[in-house]
């Protein structure tokens, strides 16, 4: 009875350890997949990451990944924007992912007339039989200063936004996951150094504006900087000195 109760035990034991290594090795399979770009593959991989599992949401982050950038090599750009805007911003593709919702945001600003800006010419032309047929333009006046630091403050205030939240992420996660936040927190801070202002007279407290960002986002880099160092998941001696 003893050596039974016991292969019984060994039995249950190396199931156990087969399903832990399976449940695991279907998010490292989806990232394998995912980077040879067999993306069908990998989702199917991805979409077998139990809930309970600590792999769980980066592989929901993934497969957002996996189907925006489907959706963007498509022109499907606002199915895109849904599923790039839930990358995690620990996720590797994350940066990759801003980029594309940078473009996206791009293209939006392109295409967009304001009414305000929008003059329709009725110009009439003469027919072959004398007849008048009326023909329309439209002509695109160039946006105001006043508009243009209005789109520059908000497209500051975005990143602000976007920068606080991978800071808090960044502080709160552990030391292993500190890196990719940190990568992330500098792409914006570089999207911000490239804001580009057109405005013929531009705004003094705009500009005022984006110097004490630009400071503030490269002190919350240099700690999160120095807590990695540190190997630290808190706040140390040194990096309060900061």
């Not at 750009?77 to 599923?83: D, I, K, R, Y």
């Not at 976007?162 to 570089?190: D, I, P, R």
């Amino acid at each position: 009875m003893k050596t039974q109760k016991s292969l019984i035990i060994l039995i249950l034991i190396v199931i156990l350890a087969a399903a832990g290594c399976s449940t695991t090795g279907h998010y490292e399979k989806g990232k394998e997949l995912l980077a040879k770009k067999q993306y069908p593959e990998a989702i199917a991989e991805f979409q077998q990451v139990p809930a309970g599992e600590k792999d769980f949401r980066l592989a929901k982050s993934k497969i957002a990944y996996i189907q925006g950038l489907q959706s963007f090599n498509d022109s499907l750009f606002s199915t895109a924007e849904v599923q790039l805007s839930r990358v995690a911003g620990d996720d590797e593709y994350y940066h990759e992912s801003q980029l594309m919702l940078d473009k996206i945001t791009q293209r939006k600003n392109n295409t967009y007339i304001p009414k305000t800006d929008t003059l329709v010419i009725r110009e009439e032309e003469t027919g072959s039989k004398g007849e008048e047929k009326p023909k329309e333009k439209i002509k695109v006046e160039a946006k105001t200063d006043d508009e243009l630091t209005k789109e520059f403050i908000k497209q500051e205030s975005e990143l602000i936004e976007k920068f606080e939240s991978l800071y808090q992420s960044a502080y709160t996660a552990g030391v292993e996951s500190k890196s990719n936040y940190l990568s992330n927190m500098k792409s914006v801070a570089s999207r911000l150094n490239a804001l580009d202002y057109g405005a013929k007279e531009k705004d003094a407290n705009a500009l005022d504006l984006k110097q004490k960002t630009t400071a503030w986002m490269n002190k919350r880099i240099e700690f999160i900087g120095r807590l990695i160092k540190d190997n630290s998941v808190k706040e140390t001696n040194t990096s309060r000195s900061l």
